[in-house]
C-alpha cells in the first residue's frame, strides 16, 4: 500500500461524495483526493504518475447492479486493480445549523439518492431538486446559507460542509452496498501480500460450449467464481468478452487455474490480483 502521507487518489464526484468515503475506508483519512466529473477523467489522471498515485471508481452496486462501462474503461487502461472496497451506502438529511424539519420547503440530491430514499420522503411534502451529485447539493446550501432547504447526501459531507445530519439513514433498503475498485498504473503495482482475489478478462473462440469448459476448468481448480459478466466486444457481431471475479486460497492455485483457461481462451487479460475486501 501506498504511503497516506504523500498520497494523492483520483475519485469521481465532489468533495464529500461516497468515491471520498471509499478512499478514505481504504487509505485513511489523511489521503487527498482529485476531484473528477467523469470516470474516465479519474482513469487518465490515475494513468498519469505526475498528476497522482492511484485512483478509485465504483464497479457494482447490490441494488442498482453492474456499471458497465467502468469495465471496458478498466479493460482499455493501463491500469491494475490492486483492492476493492465495500461500502454501505447511508444516505443523510442534511441542513444548516440551527435548521429545523418543519422549516424544510425543499430537498435538494442526486436522482439516484432521491429514489433510494422514496419511502422518507413521500412522508412530506417537500419540492424535490434533482442534482448532479449528493455532495455537490450538500455544498450547495452550506455556501447559500439556505434555511429552507435539505439536502441528502452523506455522513463525509456533512462534516467538511458544517452541516447537521437532522436525520440520518433515511434510505429505505438499509442493505445497500457499492463495490468500488483501487487502481494504479500497472508499472507501480506491488505483488499483495495475503492475496486471495484476482479479476480477469477473456473471450473464447465462440464455439459450443467454449465458455462452458472455462468455467468447468475454474470450478476443477478450485476456486470460487464470485463475478461474470459479460460485455460486446465492439465491433464485432453480438460476440462478448467476459469479466471474471475469481476467489482463492493459494496463489499456486490461482497459477494453475489461469494455466488451464488459458488453453480454452482467447487475449485472457489478468486485470489484478488482490484482497478480498468484503470481510474489511
Not at 53 to 72: F, H, K, T, V
Not at 166 to 186: E, G, M
Request: with cysteine.
Amino acid at each position: 500500500m501506498l504511503k497516506e502521507q504523500s498520497l494523492k487518489v483520483s475519485i469521481q464526484g465532489y468533495e464529500g461524495c461516497f468515491h471520498q468515503e471509499a478512499a478514505n475506508k481504504f487509505y485513511g483519512k489523511e489521503v487527498s483526493v482529485i476531484c473528477c466529473s467523469t470516470f474516465k477523467e479519474v482513469v487518465k489522471i490515475a494513468e498519469d504518475k505526475n498528476e497522482c498515485d492511484a485512483g478509485i471508481i465504483a464497479i457494482e452496486n447490490s441494488i442498482a447492479g453492474s456499471i458497465l462501462p467502468n469495465y471496458n474503461l478498466l479493460q482499455k487502461s493501463k491500469l491494475k486493480i490492486i483492492g476493492e472496497i465495500y461500502l454501505q451506502i447511508m444516505q443523510n438529511l442534511l441542513v444548516n445549523a440551527g435548521v429545523k424539519l418543519g422549516e424544510i420547503h425543499e430537498v435538494h440530491s442526486h436522482p439516484m439518492a432521491i429514489q433510494q430514499c422514496a419511502d422518507f420522503l413521500d412522508k412530506y411534502n417537500w419540492k424535490i431538486v434533482e442534482t448532479e451529485d449528493t455532495a455537490l447539493s450538500a455544498r450547495h446550501i452550506h455556501q447559500h446559507h439556505s434555511k429552507h432547504i435539505a439536502a441528502i447526501a452523506s455522513r463525509i459531507a456533512a462534516e467538511i460542509y458544517q452541516l447537521n445530519i437532522i436525520v440520518p439513514h433515511i434510505h429505505t433498503l438499509k442493505n445497500n452496498y457499492t463495490r468500488f475498485l483501487v487502481l494504479q498504473r500497472a508499472e507501480a503495482v506491488q505483488e499483495t501480500e495475503g492475496a486471495n482475489k484476482a479479476s480477469i478478462n477473456f473471450h473464447t473462440d465462440h464455439s459450443k460450449g467454449s465458455l462452458a469448459k472455462v468455467l468447468t476448468r475454474i470450478s476443477e481448480a478450485g476456486i470460487n467464481l464470485s463475478k461474470l459478466q459479460s460485455m460486446p466486444i465492439p465491433g464485432s457481431d453480438f460476440k462478448y468478452s467476459f469479466h471474471a471475479d475469481l476467489e482463492f486460497d493459494t496463489k499456486d492455485q490461482l497459477t494453475k487455474a489461469l494455466e488451464e483457461i488459458k488453453e480454452k481462451t482467447e487475449d485472457l487479460q489478468i486485470l489484478g490480483v488482490y484482497k478480498n475486501g468484503k470481510n474489511k
